[in-house]
């Protein structure tokens, strides 16, 4: 789950099926019991009708817990963090940072912080589609140091400068959760 409307959905639905829930969360949902293996198979059948899957192991679990993280740092907080990615991390996690980044760089292929710059690009794209804030404001917004330090990342990641990317046609957006 990557956002609220996933929150949302995923709590509509386990409610339809009958489930008591205390929380749900980005990436995680917490039942007022322990499930049998059969409701576990029930909830997988239906929520994989709406993208999602069930994460049983624990690397796998961690591995989302980072993503959702992340990802709410960037569509929520705008990158807005005082600290270091990894004191961030630690954080919000409560797990060695040299664990994390060891565990995700293993099961994704990419470190920890390709995996936010690749978020960062795909946010900026977003803003760029939309034209609502100058490149400027869009580095202000995501915490870039500059609007040049952006204009790099883009063109690192993408190929393009943001202009090009700008006057596309097409321009080729990922959705956060896909990357």
């Not at 569509?75 to 664990?99: G, M, P, R």
């Not at 960062?120 to 140091?145: C, G, M, Q, T, W």
């Not at 990342?153 to 959760?177: A, C, E, W, Y």
């Amino acid at each position: 789950m990557v956002c609220n409307r996933c929150i949302l959905v995923v709590k509509w639905e386990l409610e339809q099926l009958g489930f008591e829930l205390l929380d749900v969360k980005l990436g995680e949902v917490e039942f007022s019991k322990l499930l049998a293996k059969a409701e576990k198979q029930l909830i997988s059948t239906h929520l994989e009708h709406f993208g999602f899957e069930l994460l049983d192991d624990k690397n796998s679990q961690l591995i989302e817990k980072i993503k959702a993280v992340l990802i709410d740092l960037i569509q929520n907080k705008n990158n807005n963090i005082t600290s270091k990615l990894s004191d961030y991390l630690v954080h919000h996690l409560n797990k060695d940072y040299s664990k994390l980044s060891n565990l995700f760089s293993e099961i994704e292929g990419i470190s920890i912080e390709k995996y936010f710059i690749n978020l960062r690009i795909e946010k900026v794209k977003e803003l760029i589609f939309y034209d609502e804030l100058s490149l400027s404001e869009i580095a202000n917004v995501l915490n870039f140091s500059n609007v040049a330090h952006l204009s790099n990342q883009f063109k690192k990641v993408t190929g393009f400068s943001p202009s090009h990317f700008k006057n596309m046609k097409n321009n080729k957006r990922i959705q956060l959760d896909q990357l």
